[in-house]
């Protein structure tokens, strides 16, 4: 389904990053891959070249530019084109309002939305050029609901969606895509932390009854990627299990 294209993943040395980077390869993509450490990072890049893919492990900041220059320029290096671009790196800080600290605040915008800005910023000139494109960002339910605790957080992936309205628009005559996915709570280490009590109250939110996996929400990016998905784009696809309609 995606043989010959090239997918670039932030975020992706674990939880659904790293799942969405498996998938796209699992379908035919080569992969370059990202995150901060590169712990996980270069065990994917192993697993996907036994895959018989080709997959680039970069390590750096989306929030710093000058790591984002140096992720694309090793990108280009490797790999003549771009044609998918999975804004996923994403972290929290919670914190009532009332007491966060400007640095919390800062950092979550920093990472989860000046950082897509910045990647989309370098790939766009890259697929404007090849007329073709597809940047999917890694939003989440709460950008759209609101949660106590989260102002930061929810600020941030509210703000994707606008970024990615934008973006479609800016870049729909170069034949680029651009669409957010919004996952709900899904079993990764962000989540880990919830208490069993907190666990069950948020299951008891949720029509389908269950926690996400990390599958789930790649098999969505996976869809957004494919040629299925051309006519699609500056949509929200929510994948929450009901939660939030
Ligand atoms: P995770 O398990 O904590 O993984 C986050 C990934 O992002 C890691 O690979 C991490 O690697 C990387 N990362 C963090 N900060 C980075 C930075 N500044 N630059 C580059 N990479 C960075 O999180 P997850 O649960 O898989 O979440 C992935 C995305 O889905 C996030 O955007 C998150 O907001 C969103 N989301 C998650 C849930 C959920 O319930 N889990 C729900 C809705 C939306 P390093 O630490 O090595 O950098």
Redesign the pocket.
Known sequence: MLSGKVAVV??????????IALALADNGADLVL????????ESLAHEIKRKGRRALAV??????SE?VAHLFSEAGKSFDRIDILV??????RDGLLVRMKDEDWDLVM???LK?AFLCTRAAGKIMSKQRSGRIIN?????GEMGNPGQAN?CAS?AGLVGLTKSVARELARRNVTANAV??????????SALPEKAREDLIGQIPLAR??E?AD?ANAVLFLASDNAAYITGQVLSVNGGMYM
């Open positions: 932030t975020g992706a040395s674990r939880g659904i990053g790293r799942e990202s995150a901060r450490s590169a712990e996980g990072l390590t750096g900041d989306v929030a710093c790591d804004n996923n790196a994403g972290i929290t920093d990472t989860n950082g890694i939003s989440s339910v709460v957080y992936k919004a996952p709900g709570f899904v079993v990764t280490e962000m989540t926690l996400g990390p929400i």
